[in-house]
Structure formats: structure tokens, C-alpha cells
């Protein structure tokens, strides 16, 4: 098998982390998941017959869709056109290096003890498709003190903002049992891109990450950085497009690295952690694409999606 070149960064904020050669910081690939037969049938039997006749029923019939839709689609198929994951700044090794010396980046790092010679990370990925909201919970809850074995393990169904919120104060309230976090609670504030201007949104990220006591959970649209990521007809299969259309996704924001070009001083790197392997890690995303991202509309709900503030408290 072919080797990865390790090494380790050190900082004023991390002590030895492992790296790979890429610049990011090591984190466990998940289980080998084999797709479950009714997950089979449904992307080869049932959607193909039932999602055209859905799609088409509510787009002759619904507006608010339609227009929503359409939208949605010009959005990724622009996104496919010019994406994030062809840029030079997406996974860059000298844009990572920055990030990790950040104490925003370096929350998401166990610094080394007596029992352990290495940092470790306390980042993870999803363990299969729909628990990318389970997985950023326990990644935030983790960088903030709480353990990772009074946690809960990953689940399927945190999939809108308020629900999120909802579990992960919850789950620190249980938590906060255990003695290094007795007396803390956790406080939420949903963002959401349709309801705040270009310069509130990246005002808040600031301010989030200059806390040292909150951590900002990114509910987006992702194929709107990277497109429909499929050639041909395959983009039209319709398992393909609703997700690329309408599944959002879940994942914590890193840290933020300034352009060096003077016309983009208003428009930084943000960096994402994405909790889906396939995505090899944490990526570099401009933040007015991020913003056009969270802004897009969740046709569930029929609102933008968000941004979250994570703040621990003294009860």
C-alpha cells in the first residue's frame, strides 16, 4: 500500500500533531459501511420511478418551488462550472500551515500528556451518509472540555438548525454531569444567510472564532462550492439530484485565513473541517461562496440555512 509521509507541526498552540504530507491533521478514517439492500432498492428501484413524478407534479403545481428549484440548479450548475475543489486554495499545504496555528484551528487538537507522546485530534468523520449533524456535534462538544465517552455515539437525524441546537444543549447538559464540566451550559444562536447581509455574516464568523469559548457549526449547501461533482447524464439520476439539489450538510468551520490580494480583504478563506471522508479533510472556502452556500433555501423548510455559535457557559 502506499506509504503517507507524516510530520508534525509545532506551534505556540499545538504541541507534536501528526500531519500527513497535505498539511492535515490526521484523523481516523471511518468503517467500511456496505450500503444496506432497501438503500439499494431505493436508489435503483423506487427513486428513478418516484422522484420524477413527484419533482414534476410539485414544479407544475408549486411556485415556490419551482422558483426555488430552478434556482437551486442554476446555483450548483455554476458551482460545477467553477468549483472550490478546483481552486488552488482549496486543500492548500501553506494555507493549512496557517490555519493550524491558530488557537481557533488548535481547540480541535488534545494537546500531548504524560500517558501520550503525541497531540491527537478531536475531529471525526461521519460513519455514513445522514450523520454529518451527529458528527459535528461531537466534534464541537469535544473541542469544548466535554469527553468524548459521555457523548453520545453518532446518529442519523439532526438535519435542521433548531433540532441541532435542540440535542447538542441537551447533550451537553448530560455531559455536564461528569466533574470537569460541572456547572457549564451550552448557548446557541442560529444564523441564518437569507435573514443577514454579506457583512453580518462574515462579522459573525469573526467574532465566533475569536472566542475562545465558542465554536461555529456550518449548515450548507455544499454542492454549491462543488458542483454536481458528475459528468453527463449521471448529474440527472434522480437519487443525485435531490441530494446535489436539496441535501444540506453539516460541518464545524476551523479557523479563517486572510487573502494576501487587497481587493479580497473583505472576502477570507474559511476553513471547514468536512465530516464526510470522501472530502480528505478540512478545505478552504472563500466567504462570499460560503455565504451564497448557508443562503440557499432549504426546500423542507422552506428557509436559508446557517451558521451556529456553540458558546460554553458557567451555568
Known amino acids: 500500500s502506499k506509504k503517507i509521509r507524516m510530520f508534525s507541526i509545532n506551534s505556540n498552540t499545538a504541541g507534536s500533531t501528526m500531519m500527513d504530507n497535505r498539511g492535515q491533521l490526521t484523523v481516523a478514517a471511518p468503517p467500511d459501511q456496505p450500503m444496506p439492500l432497501i438503500f439499494k432498492l431505493l436508489i435503483y428501484g423506487a427513486l428513478p420511478i418516484a422522484v420524477p413524478i413527484i419533482v414534476s407534479y410539485k414544479m407544475l403545481t408549486d411556485k415556490s418551488y419551482r422558483l426555488t428549484t430552478t434556482s437551486l440548479f442554476s446555483m450548483v450548475n455554476d458551482a460545477t462550472k467553477k468549483s472550490c475543489a478546483e481552486e488552488w486554495y482549496f486543500q492548500d499545504v501553506g494555507l493549512l500551515q496557517k490555519l493550524w496555528s491558530q488557537a481557533s484551528a488548535a481547540a480541535y487538537i488534545q494537546k500531548s500528556s504524560a500517558e501520550t507522546n503525541n497531540d491527537t485530534s478531536l475531529l471525526e468523520y461521519q460513519v455514513r451518509e445522514g450523520y454529518c449533524g451527529s458528527a459535528t456535534q461531537r466534534c464541537i462538544l469535544k473541542s469544548l472540555g466535554y469527553p468524548s465517552n459521555v457523548i453520545p455515539e453518532q446518529k442519523n437525524g439532526e438535519s435542521k438548525p433548531e433540532l441541532w441546537c435542540e440535542h447538542v444543549k441537551?447533550?451537553?447538559?448530560?455531559?455536564?454531569?461528569?466533574?470537569?464540566?460541572?456547572?457549564?451550559?451550552?448557548?446557541?444562536?442560529?444564523?441564518r444567510g437569507g435573514d443577514v447581509t454579506y457583512e453580518e455574516f462574515l462579522s459573525t464568523i469573526r467574532q465566533g472564532l475569536d472566542n475562545p469559548n465558542c465554536r461555529i457549526c456550518c449548515n450548507y449547501l455544499r454542492s454549491a462550492l462543488t458542483g454536481f461533482e458528475l459528468t453527463g447524464l449521471w448529474k440527472f439520476h434522480p437519487f443525485f439530484f435531490v441530494i446535489k439539489l436539496y441535501g444540506g450538510h453539516f460541518s464545524p468551520i476551523l479557523g479563517m485565513v486572510e487573502q494576501d490580494v487587497e481587493e479580497e480583504k473583505d472576502n477570507p478563506f474559511i476553513a471547514i473541517f468536512d465530516t464526510n471522508h470522501k472530502y480528505n479533510g478540512t478545505y478552504f472556502i472563500p466567504c462570499r461562496r460560503l455565504y451564497e452556500a448557508v443562503a440557499s433555501i432549504d426546500v423542507g423548510s422552506k428557509k436559508s440555512r446557517a451558521i451556529i455559535l456553540v458558546e460554553k457557559k458557567s451555568a
Open 170 to 191: 441537551q447533550i451537553a447538559k448530560e455531559s455536564s454531569l461528569h466533574d470537569d464540566n460541572k456547572g457549564t451550559q451550552i448557548e446557541t444562536t442560529i444564523l
